[in-house]
T-cell receptor, first 116, second 111 residues
């Protein structure tokens, strides 16, 4: 149980294009989903928190117009990196919580984005 | 500022020995405590969580929580080379679903 999928697992794009990453909870309903970014040899950095049907809450310093998050259902959240640039190249990871129990987060496998 | 502190390591442990990983947190109102394992290039994987003072065992893993001293630890018995990874400590504050993350401890198990 508690499986989270992410698609695509890796993507290479040209500078200036937009990239959409999907995060799905496969066997539970995710009241809250989180998007993280991780640069090589660095720790997880929370980008935003999203709840189904409402606007995402972005962490300080994260550009909400550049990183668009949509949480349209209890099993799907998407992150769109708009007008991507090489500095956006990173490992993007989503996680989901059921909002029950003890707030454990279950992670997707991550998406490695490379912007040329 | 709510903080979670971990020694970055690397912590080197011989195969078969006990690996001990420690974490301290600043928010005394924290309610749940998590240990995640992250292999290089992969996403974090939940190992176990604890919410009551004392020990919680799951196979070779034991989580220990001491709320009075505000620390949580993870013991790995009979360490295997496959346990080599970065171990992340995360703490859930009272008020919301976010987790406060430590920077992680890199563990190396030497054959």
């Amino acid at each position: 149980g508690a499986v989270v999928s992410q698609h695509p697992s890796w993507v290479i794009c040209k500078s200036g294009t937009s990239v959409k990453i999907e995060c799905r909870s496969l066997d539970f309903q995710a009241t809250t989903m989180f998007w993280y970014r991780q640069f090589p040899k660095q720790s997880l950095m929370l980008m935003a928190t999203s709840n189904e049907g409402s606007k995402a809450t972005y962490e300080q310093g994260v550009e909400k117009d550049k990183f668009l998050i949509n949480h349209a259902s209890l099993t799907l959240s998407t992150l769109t990196v708009t007008s991507a640039h090489p500095e956006d190249s990173s490992f993007y990871i989503c996680s989901a919580t059921q909002g029950l129990g003890y707030n454990e987060q279950f992670f997707g496998p991550g998406t490695r984005l490379t912007v040329l | 500022q709510k903080e979670v502190e971990q020694n970055s390591g690397p912590l080197s442990v011989p195969e078969g020995a006990i690996a001990s990983l420690n974490c301290t947190y600043s928010d005394r109102g924290s309610q749940s405590f998590f240990w995640y394992r992250q292999y290089s290039g992969k996403s974090p994987e939940l190992i176990m969580f604890i919410y009551s003072n004392g020990d919680k065992e799951d196979g070779r893993f034991t989580a220990q929580l001491n709320k009075a001293s505000q620390y949580v630890s993870l013991l790995i018995r009979d360490s295997q080379p496959s346990d080599s990874a970065t171990y992340l400590c995360a703490v859930s504050p009272r008020s919301n679903y976010q987790l406060i993350w430590g920077a992680g401890t890199k563990l190396i198990i030497k054959p």
